[in-house]
């Protein structure tokens, strides 16, 4: 949250990224830069293009165009650099593994062989599940945990490989508000603390206002980036989504809603869309 | 113990053979199989085990041993399968069913001609439903080499292969070669079926590959101990299973053996149940409160 000082490192610089997907154009040349200790929220609504914007980043899609940039060289497979959690994964409540093997996954996972039992390693995996609030369903099955804890997991299986980047894809689509509210305080003190740069995707940004230092718009394909006073206007977005939008604030809230003006106040014309 | 221990089981040779091909090949089935179960691919495994009737039928039709021809035909089977079905759930699905079609066709004509060129009879009963008994000395040396490759190459793709079950983005992400490791673990899953189809025939196989897995699964929360586990009632199911069928030559007037492979998948399908008893599953799973903050779940 406090403000970057204007000489903080480019972490992630992301060039005139394309991406069509069998003729079709999911991503047209979107540019943003990420730098240390800051929260980014990668905003945009469902088929918006965050996933495959999130995928071209982690070097899982090739983009048709652009590049990006992981400090300052293309990225190669292997790059420790940056922690990722998926949207979702798919674990068996039968599964043999618990949470603290899977933050120790995070340590050595790529490793072929068998690990030998570590000390160091076991004391490692401990502080970081305290770093997270997960000690006290440390010994559970993965495939057992609720949503929200699942999420602490997977962010200490991610954050354990000491990365500068963290990704994260959607981690508030499946948890109610509160979860949802601690996996974004979380999230925060830890972008502090350790001075990483966290880029998050969400479809709404609410409950991401009070921690985003930056946010990236994306919509139709195409993306606006740079502080939150900045993107979430009426010109900025009506660009963006190529027709006429009107950003209401209520209550500290954000309303980004289509269509001609009405009176102030809530939208009276029931056929209004909210974004 | 005598009426347990029937005259000549401890010196019988043939039992000596088929106890220790049995335990080794329990233990590869349980070590691997727990990773079956765990990806949730029990049928790909079922479907390798059909591709493996083809190549046993084809050795045994040839005359070599069918374990080479079941560890041939499951390798070629998973090749094909990983690069038929790329990428989609669906794509594998139809892959994986094309192949075992046609696989069982062949086992079909072989077993066919088995029979009527060199008038065989057993040929059916032994590729199929397995002959642990007229394993010859000779097989044990090979069923050890084949188990030490399969059990090397769990080894050594252990952690990666646990990063893609749990999600492939996020090993694919961090540099693991996804394909290779999915495809080295097929083969040796493949390993495992022609080894578990010599012990017990190919149509059971998978009987001891994911009986003893499934037990193990519901017994113990940590992947190496439900290794450990997955061997032991592996073991402990073959042995019974031995043990039974020779003495059922005593049980009738007729003096006809019930085949092996009857016994040890009747033992794993009550180890099995028993574990669905309730005490046995409260132990383990009782493991953790119901899930206090996951009310918005069911809108996915």
Known sequence: ?275 | MRWLFESGFFASHPVHVACLVGSIVAVVSGVVGVFTVMRGQSFAGHSLADVATAGGSGAFLVGISPLFGFVAGGVVGAGAMEAIGVRRARGRDLATGIVLGASIGLAALFLYLSTTESSTTGASQQILFGSIFSTVSSTVPVVAIFSVLCLGIMALVYRPLLLSSVSTDMAAARGVPVRVVALLYMVALALAVGLSSLAIGAILSTALLIGPAAIALRLTKRIGWAMMAASLSGVVAVLAGVLLAYDSYYWSPSHASWPVSFFIVVIVFLGYLATELPFVSTAVTRQRRPATSDASEAHR
């Open chain 1, 1 to 275: 949250m406090s403000p970057q000082p204007e000489a903080a490192r480019q972490i992630l610089e992301v060039e005139g990224i394309g991406v069509s997907l069998s003729g079709r154009q999911i991503l047209d040349n979107v540019s943003f830069s990420v730098r240390a200790g800051e929260f980014t929220g990668l905003i945009g609504s469902n088929g918006a293009g965050k996933t495959t914007l999130l995928r071209v980043i982690l070097g899982l899609e090739r983009p048709s165009a652009g590049r990006v940039l992981v400090l300052g060289a293309p990225r190669g497979r292997r790059n420790r650099s940056m922690g990722y959690v998926p949207q979702k994964i798919m674990l068996d409540p039968d599964m043999p593994l618990r949470a603290r093997d899977l933050v120790a996954l995070g340590i050595d996972g790529t490793r072929f062989g068998i690990p030998l039992p570590s000390r160091q390693r076991r004391e490692a995996v401990d502080e970081m599940l305290h770093a997270v609030d997960a000690e006290g369903f440390a010994d559970a099955r993965v495939g057992t945990l609720s949503g929200g804890e699942q999420q602490r997991v997977l962010i200490a299986h991610a954050l354990i490989g000491r990365p500068q980047l963290l990704l994260l894809d959607e981690p508030l689509a499946n948890l109610d508000l509160k979860s949802g509210q601690e996996v974004v305080t979380l999230l925060d003190r830890i972008a502090d603390e350790q001075q990483i740069a966290v880029l998050l995707s969400a479809h709404e940004m609410n409950p991401l206002l009070p921690v985003m230092d930056r946010i990236v718009y994306l919509a139709g394909g195409r993306a606006a980036s740079g502080t939150t006073d900045e993107v979430v206007r009426d010109d900025v977005l009506s660009a963006l989504y190529g027709y006429e939008v009107h950003v209401h604030t209520l209550h500290g809230r954000i309303l980004v809603v289509a269509g001609p003006m009405e009176q102030p106040g809530l939208p009276s014309d029931p056929t209004l869309r909210v974004i």
